[in-house]
């Protein structure tokens, strides 16, 4: 019996009586994983099954999805080189209707109308200047200040389709746009508003670096078109909030991070809402972090 028909094979008892045999079908098609979910979700549509097969295979879909999520994003976790890639996991999990090959085209058409225009003579400044053209004035990014605690101003996906989104996901782009023209601009998980550090050509900007304050030549606020702010500023904003000094708030961050906020987002947009399920897979990802 080949995978394919050992798989319908199993889907078809899915709706036995005995919770035992469940069991052991359960167990069966989740250690498959992922190759399973074609043949449930086909079934589950399917006329001829009851409540009861299809609440299981809808509950098995579930399942093996987030089962697949944690084992990916923990792996990334271990190594999260590439910041991208663990927001692409979360992405495609919490907001699948933007597939990952688009997010990379467009970010890919973003930078051939950056990469042009760059050369090596260009102040640290006049590149900053060169990419906000590019983002907020061709491609129209904009914070969307409306509904700011809209889920999908956290998902990434629907920021590079939509153009709209929160500090966190302008800020995401902001930094794989950089990475890709190796501009060393970083993350700065600032409480309240996300923000983004262009660091020093001389200090290696590799994720485990332990920065220092004075590795930042000046920050940039996504949100607001890539405004471009000074140390002071950040002194200020944080005696605004009544926040003491931590050096942290002043040097880049994490890959994990991002990610982490990123997750914690989106479980304060959905504080209020009916879906337990996201709610509850929020919480698990979350988990992974500790």
Request: aromatic share 10%; proline share 4%; net charge neutral.
């Amino acid at each position: 019996m080949n995978a394919q028909n050992e798989i319908a094979a199993l889907v078809k008892l899915l709706d036995d009586p005995d919770e035992l045999i469940f069991d052991q079908i359960r167990a069966k098609l989740m250690e498959i994983g992922p190759e399973c979910i074609p043949l449930l979700e086909k079934a589950s549509f399917e006329d001829n099954y009851g409540a009861l097969f299809t609440s299981r295979a809808q509950h098995l879909i579930h399942e093996i999805g987030l089962n697949k999520l944690k084992i990916d994003h923990l792996k990334w976790l271990k190594y999260p080189h590439k910041l991208i890639d663990g927001v692409t996991q979360l992405d495609q999990y919490f907001f699948p209707n933007v597939t990952s090959n688009f997010i990379h085209h467009e970010i890919k058409e973003m930078i051939k109308d950056i990469q042009p225009y760059i050369h090596l003579n260009m102040t640290p400044i006049e590149k900053v200047k060169l990419i906000n053209q590019v983002i907020y004035e061709i491609y129209k990014v904009k914070g969307d200040k409306k509904n700011y605690h809209d889920p999908k101003n956290s998902s990434f996906g629907h920021l590079i389709q939509h153009k709209r989104g929160n500090p966190l996901t302008i800020s995401i782009l902001y930094i794989e746009i950089a990475r890709l023209m190796n501009i060393p601009i970083k993350g700065i998980n600032l409480p309240n508003h996300f923000i983004v550090g262009y660091i020093k050509d001389d200090i290696s900007i590799d994720n485990m670096t332990q920065f220092k304050r004075e590795d930042v030549l000046f920050y940039i606020n996504p949100f607001s078109k890539g405004v471009i702010l000074k140390h002071s500023d950040i002194d200020d904003f944080l005696k605004e909030i009544r926040l003491d000094y931590n050096e942290y708030y002043f040097t880049p961050c994490d890959h994990k991070d991002i990610t982490k906020r990123m997750l914690t987002n989106l479980i304060y947009s959905y504080r209020k809402s009916n879906n337990t399920q996201i709610k509850n897979d929020l919480k698990a990802i979350l988990e992974l972090y500790k």
